[in-house]
């Protein structure tokens, strides 16, 4: 029974998608804030991790240099696929009976939800009253200033891909950001001219420092639209007894 609510779940979604198609008029969001990894699998993608760097050592049991890029992998597939397959399956089927599988295949899972979603009204002044600052240096004021100024200019659907890049998904709670649980941290990074990176499982953003204005709005936008898949790992040197577990951090 249990799966059958989540078949007439799919079915309303499909039917949202099918009502959208068919004009702006007639537009129809979900408001639901739905896991990528749940996103993926209806499209057939397999959920996995981007490896980005890597700190040696293990948690409980050892994960040494040449297994730990198939145990992540495995413990990534069981935790957000595997586990949950009879769920996704029926919510699937009760889907593509109202919108095709093939014509769903043509998005990845960040279209996906912006689709099923829509981009909602995001506020920028929200955001700059519900946010809070860490790990700031003496120069970091002229990033956020930067940052703030990039932000002001962006379009619905660019707010909606940051708020997705910072927090693994493009929709508030009822209450703006104020409600997010944790709030927004923008943090700098000991980087300079690098992608911004997120850890979506606190909500903080990471800003490196930039060399001038037009490079931090290419590189924000660059992140915000095509760098947001995976996981990053923290990586230090001569520190191979402390857990690999333990410096795993989501990025989107």
């Not at 969001?29 to 896991?35: G, H, L, S």
């Not at 932000?151 to 104020?178: D, N």
């Amino acid at each position: 029974m249990k799966l059958k609510f989540y078949e007439f779940a799919g079915r309303i979604v499909g039917k949202c998608l099918y009502e959208s198609a068919l004009g702006s008029g007639r537009r129809l969001n979900v408001k639901a804030r739905f896991t990528r990894s749940f996103l993926a699998q209806f499209l057939g993608l397999r959920v996995c991790y981007r490896m980005v760097e890597l700190k040696p050592g293990g948690a409980q049991i050892p994960v040494t240099e040449s297994n730990k890029k198939e145990y992540l992998d495995l413990l990534a597939q069981y935790r957000l696929s595997s586990s949950v397959k009879q769920v996704i399956e029926a919510f699937a089927k009760g889907l593509n009976e109202m919108v095709p599988d093939s014509l769903l295949s043509v998005f990845d899972e960040y279209e996906l939800e912006l689709l099923m979603c829509g981009t909602g009204n995001i506020s920028v002044s929200d955001f700059r009253q519900n946010h809070s600052v860490i790990n700031s240096g003496m120069s970091f004021g002229k990033t956020l200033d930067w940052f703030w100024t990039i932000v002001t200019s962006f379009t619905q659907e660019e707010l909606a891909r940051l708020v997705q890049f910072i927090t693994g998904s493009s929709q508030l709670p009822p209450g703006g950001f104020a409600e997010l649980s944790p709030p927004i941290q923008i943090s700098s990074a000991s980087t300079s001219d690098t992608l911004p990176t997120a850890h979506t499982c606190f909500n903080q953003l990471c800003l490196p420092s930039y060399s001038s204005f037009k490079e931090m709005q290419k590189k924000l936008l660059l992140a915000i639209n095509e760098g947001s898949e995976g996981f990053g790992f923290a990586s230090f040197k001569n520190e191979e007894k402390k857990p690999l577990l333990n410096q795993i951090t989501y990025r989107h």
